[in-house]
């Protein structure tokens, strides 16, 4: 922090700059909240230097405190996301991070007390994810039909009217496998839409591309070769599933309702 006040150099939460550059201060610390860069740049050599060094290292205080705070809170992947997002050269390094994320899922609780926040595409990788679908990567059930479509929008969906209102449309819906999706979660299985994060999560109402979720091709195809049914039903509207369906299992036979 004192080398980088040598050189004018001013931290900030998501990157340093020159104090030259710097119009106004959003930082509240002792030393911006009394003066403005201009004045600070006026000042002589040592006391210049003393009041950046000083900011600087309340930034650095903060920046830690942010970090203890997103851990305590169970959002470290989500202020990581953020963090990488301050520069491109560093959101490069994402492909690294996100490739290896199983690394982290034997440390990450499996059960929060908060929802998680889906944005982007890297986040089919958050540990919380990567440990449910090894949950239901070990689900299997004896019964022949399924029946799967989007996740119900409250949570959990045995508890829905949309759950309701699907079983009416089907015979005898004791002998069928009930099944739900998320774009991030992959394929959630009635028994286990309950279980964290499938029912606690916050994500935009939008649509995703198929070819962003190579996680969920990979769910898909051990939940389908697991589970020995003779019929899937999907939903004839449901275009994020349209090429799944074409690498179900050969003895798998798809209907739409």
């Known amino acids: ?27 509240t610390c002792e030393v911006c909240t009394k003066f ?13 230097i003393s009041k950046i060094a000083l900011h600087n290292l309340f930034a650095i205080k903060a920046e830690v405190d942010r970090v203890k705070e997103s851990i305590h809170q169970g959002r470290l992947w989500e202020y990581v996301m953020k963090k990488m997002r301050a520069h491109p050269k560093l959101f490069e390094t994402i492909d ?5 994320s199983n690394y982290f899922v034997s440390t990450t609780p499996k059960f929060k007390e908060r929802s ?44 829905t009217n949309e759950y309701s209102i699907l079983r009416e449309k ?10 739900f999706y998320n774009e991030f979660l992959g394929v959630i299985p009635l028994e286990l839409s309950d279980m964290y994060p499938a029912s606690h999560y916050e994500m935009p109402r939008k649509e995703f591309v198929p070819e962003d979720f190579p996680t969920f091709e990979k769910n898909w195809n051990i ?4 589970n020995n049914f003779d019929i899937l039903y999907i939903s004839k509207n449901d275009d994020f599933l349209k090429p799944f369906v074409k690498i179900l299992p050969k003895g798998t ?5």
């Open 36 to 48: 403005s860069p201009k004045e600070i740049l006026s000042l002589e050599s040592e006391e210049k």
């Open 96 to 100: 690294i991070f996100t490739k290896n």
């Open 116 to 159: 998680i926040f889906l944005f982007s595409k890297e986040d089919q990788y958050r540990p919380e994810i990567l440990a449910f679908k090894n949950t239901v990567q070990k689900f299997k059930t004896r019964k022949k039909i399924a029946v799967l479509t989007k996740n119900t929008t409250i949570r959990p969906a045995y508890l």
């Open 223 to 226: 939940f389908f070769l697991k």
């Open 1 to 27: 922090y004192v080398l980088y006040a040598k050189h004018d150099r001013y931290m900030e939460e998501d990157k340093t700059s020159r104090l030259a550059d710097i119009r106004c201060f959003s930082c």
């Open 253 to 257: 036979k798809r209907k739409f309702f």
């Open 170 to 179: 089907f015979k005898d819906s004791e002998s069928i496998q009930f099944c």
